[in-house]
């Protein structure tokens, strides 16, 4: 599969391959039908990790489809961005939390089958609207190859015409970026003067002094300042050596 | 029949590619031992073959001929497809890497020695970069083994850090040569002899600095490897891995080593740029692969003299020094580029007469 990206984007610099449209078609088809196959596996998997990997293939896949259409600068994004940076984050925090395969669950979530229906309906007739407005629209300008999906082009396009756009959509991601810290801050901070030490244990008082040790349990909190009150440091904090 | 013979001569530029790699991988691990025993004052592998140089083929016979063992409880689909990807992607940069000048072949005519050249080859390498991390990862997961799992979770989090410095270290040369093609940036590069016009020197240090530090970090080697710190994780993401599959990532490893070498050399010391390439084409498939073999000896020594970083000294380092400091060198290349400085200096490195105007 990621081959293939290679053998796109190889035959993205060679001008002549453009024209051939029997292979255009075929790797379409090829390309498209893999990107359909892995989001169908995106649904129908069980385990979360797979979910994930087959989303990765859909969008090594769409990387593919950009390619064929003469946008090397989208498909790279897309390949560094979606397939690069969200989708390590995802399998990360499936890795760490460790989510187990899920049970089948039929009935849950049957009430929403009417508004799933719904949905896909408005999806295909905006399909239709599309290819009807594509077969009417005139033709691409014959000669001269576009040049729309350079760099070069994307750049002086994003700087100048749709500068405001762009500088908004830059507020936008500093805004989740600030709201992410407020949220995993929100758990309250340690008690004054402490500070956390990578890979020290903290242990109360109380459940050093005994002498089961061997009776410790793992009790699970969702806070710093929970922890405090269930190990009974709270305003003091001490550390068992 | 052009598109024939056009086909033909990638397919051979790839098959010469891949065996000129392959070739380096195995010197470079009896190189990386002789050389660590020389710095630790032991004499290395020097038996098979004189001064040891038929080890890497007993290494690769000993690798194809062990017990393949799989451990029971692992996810056996990934298991398999990690050390796959990680191979493949770190392969698959290779073709972007201009390496050498055009050259003149008696029947096939002048070509440029580079295997794919197009407007986003950087991106396309970084990408492909980012992919490898999954590799990595899902190895680390699919072992069913603790220590495994530590060693990928590691791994992807110092991978996904780095990259950042990584990539904001890169801008400041494409903020300055104004292209994302590789060949382009090359050729912007050369000077007096090929030497005055690297980027390194005049223009980038900062970025180059930032770059090389990033690099190691993303190869995962000392003294940022603490993916697979021997003392605390047995080996990291590979404990479970035994025979050819830990071989390949093994060679995996050292692909990538080369990866960020080929890049270090093309973006900042000038490619294929040294004394008389204009006069003799083929010097420059040579100094290109002496300015790798430079950065690989670098990795090397690194290893021999450097103690490891601690897990939160390594996030603190990349996050809070050199993210900022690329930020920095960023906003200063864009201005200096903005005031006009680089095309008057360029102008007098590359043809001597930028002083009198």
Known sequence: MLLCVFCGLDSSHHSEHRENNAMLALLFILFAGMAVGCAISVVAQRNPLYSAMSLIGVFISLACLYVTLAAPFIAAVQVIVYAGAIMVLVVFVIMLLNVEEEERQPLRLRSLA???????????????????????????????????????????????????????????????????????????????????????????KELLDRKDIGDLRAVETHSTDEAAHLLGVEGEREEGE | MADLTYVALKLVGILFAFFVVMTMFAYTTLTERRVLGFIQGRLGPNRVGPQGLLQPVADLVKLMTKEDIVPQKSTRFVYFLAPFIVTTTALMSIIVYPFGPEVHLPIIGTFPMVIARFDVALLYVLGVTSVGVYGIALAGWSSN?????????????QMISYELALGLGLVGVILQSGTLDLYSIVEQQSGHLGITGWNAIWVQPL????????????????????PEAETELVAGFHTEYSAMKFGLFFVAEYLNMFTVSMLATTLFLGGWNGPFVHQVPWLGVFYFLGKVIFFLFLYIWLRGTLPRFRFDQLMDFGWKFLVPLAIINIVFTATLQWAGVFDYVSKFLKTGTGWGG
Request: avoid cysteine; proline fraction near 6%; charged fraction near 10%.
């Open chain 2, 207 to 226: 970025g180059f600095l930032i770059y090389l530090i990033a690099a190691i970090a993303e190869t995962n080697r000392v003294p940022f490897d603490l």
């Open chain 1, 114 to 204: 009417p508004i799933a229906i719904g949905l896909a309906a408005v999806l295909f007739g905006e399909t239709a609207f599309i290819i009807f407005f594509v077969q009417t629209s005139p033709a691409t300008p014959a000669g001269g190859v576009s040049d729309v999906g350079l760099t070069s082009s994307i750049g002086g396009g994003l700087f100048t015409t749709y500068l405001l756009p762009f500088e908004i959509t830059s507020i936008l991601l500093l805004m989740a970026v600030v709201g992410a810290m407020t949220l995993a801050r929100r758990g309250g901070l340690l008690p004054a003067g402490a500070g956390v030490v990578p890979g020290d244990q903290v242990f109360s």
């Open chain 2, 145 to 157: 083994n603790k220590y495994s799992l530590m060693g990928g979770l590691r791994s992807s989090a």
